[in-house]
């Protein structure tokens, strides 16, 4: 945890944004995965994480924005608990890591709420994520389940998303460390990737570095050398030389700050010639990105940068023919490049997504484009100091698309399907780094995975 007084500050903060009401921020419990005392691993909600900093289930938050006193409810343990548990500081002592004073039993927090509730006053609170909570805000709020989320606080989201979004220079500490555990995995991929090796063994042990620095994964490991299927968690495959390998991965720290890197690399350790033409316009894309992101530029406009980037290279290498420009316009690029060039990044890899999308990277200026590949991109806003956010541009050759657009003729007038199907069986290649906005433009969190193609064999070799 960080000192107490970061997050009585953070609560001081949204309360002051605020209008009136009660602030509910429910954690998470833990969740059975095939019987109820057998549980996934518990991962804490992130805006409990973010306000009230306990890293334990059962537990709920309230900040008062007209009293500006904060409360955490949950039970202590009892004998049993600490029989198989271990022992346990208390409720009360926990809270006051976070700067809290006032606690109380489970049952204690629901009265209070619903005495709350009877005298008219407001309750702000998230879209739940989780079913249990969910039949947790019916409970407190009377109201049924089905109808939850669209009660959710828009002036709460609004006023988290304006808190989290720009990191504080602790945050910052800690996503650099999920840099460097997330460099050790990459590395660890490329010494492993040889003909004959099986994905899983890549994966496993990629999630393995994960979990002995601390947090464990901050999403399950993406690993392919089928990379063209964008978020690819089939790990059966037996590496060959011909072939490239995807590896789109990254840790929490023990605190839960994320890294979120992709690679990409040649089994052989070496690139093809057709493997290295198409390895370089990703990486050029990713450079344009890198060379563009910085305070009051649009991600949006960086995105389209990086697509026409990506569209030039494809009509010199003859994938791709006409107007560059017209063709991004015409999204004719999307069939190589059908997601977004990237997303927020601290507490949860896509940070604050469970709030909705639209609330973290959009805004009543720019607005998302509703264009096959383009409408992917969950961050287009123009970005500020301390915003984190991923760098991922990527080609893929996926069949099935390929065969729908040539099918049904759509941009058949930017695209040369013939000579792309020279390029079926070849995978797919994105590039991901993690970008801290600074004042005069962006600097890398971490250090630099090995990205270019002298980099990348040299270190294979
Ligand atoms: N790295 C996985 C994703 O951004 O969706
Ligand atoms: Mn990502």
């Known amino acids: 945890m960080f000192q107490s007084s970061v997050y009585a500050n953070r609560r001081n903060a949204l309360r002051s944004g605020m209008s009136s009401g009660l602030v509910l921020i429910p954690g998470n419990n833990d969740s059975p995965m095939n019987y109820p ?4 691993t518990f991962r804490q909600d992130s805006n409990f ?14 900040m008062d924005i007209d009293t500006g006193k904060d409360y955490i409810f949950g039970e202590d343990v009892d004998i049993d608990d600490i029989i198989w548990m271990g022992p346990q500081d208390s409720l009360a002592e926990k809270a006051l890591f976070a700067g809290v004073e006032f606690t109380g039993k489970v049952s204690e927090g629901m009265d209070f709420m619903k005495q709350a509730i009877a005298l008219g006053r407001k309750i702000h609170f998230t879209p739940p994520y989780r079913f249990d909570n969910l039949l947790f805000l019916e409970r407190i709020l009377g109201l049924n389940h089905a109808w939850i989320k669209s009660y959710a606080s828009v002036e709460l989201i609004k006023g988290i998303v304006r808190l989290r979004e720009v990191k504080e220079d602790v945050e910052i500490l800690e996503l650099e460390k999920a840099a460097a555990i997330g460099y050790l995995m990459h590395t660890t991929a490329m010494r492993m990737a040889k003909p004959g090796v099986v994905e899983r063994e890549i994966a496993g042990t990629m999630e393995g570095i994960a979990l002995a620095a601390g947090g464990g994964v901050s999403f399950p490991v993406i690993l392919s050398v089928n990379g063209e299927t964008l978020h690819n968690h089939y790990h059966g495959n037996t590496l060959t030389a011909d072939r490239l390998l995807l590896c789109d991965a990254g840790a929490e720290t023990a605190s839960h700050y994320a890294s979120d890197y992709t690679r990409t690399f040649p089994v052989s350790g070496k690139f093809s010639t057709k493997q290295r033409e198409i390895y370089e316009i990703v990486l050029a894309a ?27 290279g ?10 560059v420009d017209e063709a991004v316009k015409a999204g004719a690029h999307a069939m190589f490049f059908p997601h977004g060039l990237g997303h927020m990044m601290g507490l949860d890899v896509h940070d604050m997504e469970d709030m909705g999308e639209n609330f973290v990277g959009y805004d009543n200026e ?17 970005l500020k100091p301390g915003f984190v956010l991923t760098n991922e541009p990527g080609i893929y050759f996926i069949p099935a698309l390929i065969q729908k657009w040539e099918a049904e003729k759509i941009n058949s007038e930017f695209i040369d399907f013939q000579k792309v199907k020279q390029y079926l069986g070849f995978g797919g290649i994105r590039l991901e780094d993690d970008l801290l906005i600074t004042q ?13 193609v002298e980099e990348i064999e040299r270190f294979m070799a």
Do not use: C, S
């Not at 060379?291 to 406009?301: F, R, T, V």
């Open 286 to 312: 990713n450079n344009k990105a890198a060379e563009m992101a910085a305070p009051g530029i649009a991600y949006q406009q960086v995105h389209l940068a990086a697509a026409r980037v990506i569209a030039q």
């Open 366 to 382: 720019i607005q998302r484009i509703n264009q096959f590949g383009t409408a992917y991109l969950r961050l287009g806003k123009k």
């Open 37 to 40: 005392a057998n549980t996934f």
């Open 49 to 62: 994480l973010y306000f009230f900093g306990l890293d334990h289930p059962g537990y709920f938050g309230v």
């Open 440 to 452: 005069q433009g962006n600097q890398l969190i971490g250090n630099r995975i090995p990205i270019t």
């Open 314 to 323: 494809l009509t010199d290498l003859g994938l791709m023919k006409g107007n």
